[in-house]
């Protein structure tokens, strides 16, 4: 809730290192409509937040600034960084395995295809449950298979299960050895 003055919190302004520029360019686009930046400032503002490799790209086009508007200036950015993160991400998403915990696996495939959305508003869910089983280890994607779950979060509490007493199975065998010797 805002204060009785109408007044706005303070807030920082989004900065832009090269990664996903489309949220870069619309949490930027929210605050100079928030805040009532005219519009022929806006690149001017903009780029005083670019840091890392945006910084080093706009090194490169720092002479062209001067006469482009917010939207070719988007472009641009868009143009330079949103395909190589784009196909970063689904080279990613082909080779993800599950290497620690069930939650460790969850986050990092959950992270990839919330990224991948703001690429294309249309992904079939049935892509995603699959490719997560895919990555999955052995021992689990086995089990989880034969559920023949049809959504990933389903997908994701089946494997958790699993995961669970695999674990619970593995330390009674290791019980039941220690007894027998």
Partial sequence: MFPASGRLPKLNFPIFTG?????WQSRTENYFDMYGVDKS???????????DAAARWLQSIERKLMSLNSEDFCKLVHDRFR????ELLIRQLFH????GSMLEYIEQFS???????AYSSSHD????????????RDD???VVLVQRPQDLDTTCALASLQEVVGDSSRRWEFQ???LGS
């Avoid at 992270?111 to 959305?117: F, N, R």
């Fill in 19 to 23: 990664e996903n520029p489309k949220l």
């Fill in 41 to 51: 400032v806006w690149v001017r503002f903009a780029v005083m937040q670019f840091e």
């Fill in 83 to 86: 395909r190589d993160q784009h």
């Fill in 96 to 99: 993800i395995k599950q290497a």
């Fill in 111 to 117: 992270t990839l295809v919330d990224q991948l959305a």
């Fill in 125 to 136: 869910p049935l892509y995603f449950t699959l490719r997560f089983i895919d990555g999955l």
């Fill in 140 to 142: 689990i994607k086995s």
């Fill in 176 to 178: 039941r050895s220690d």
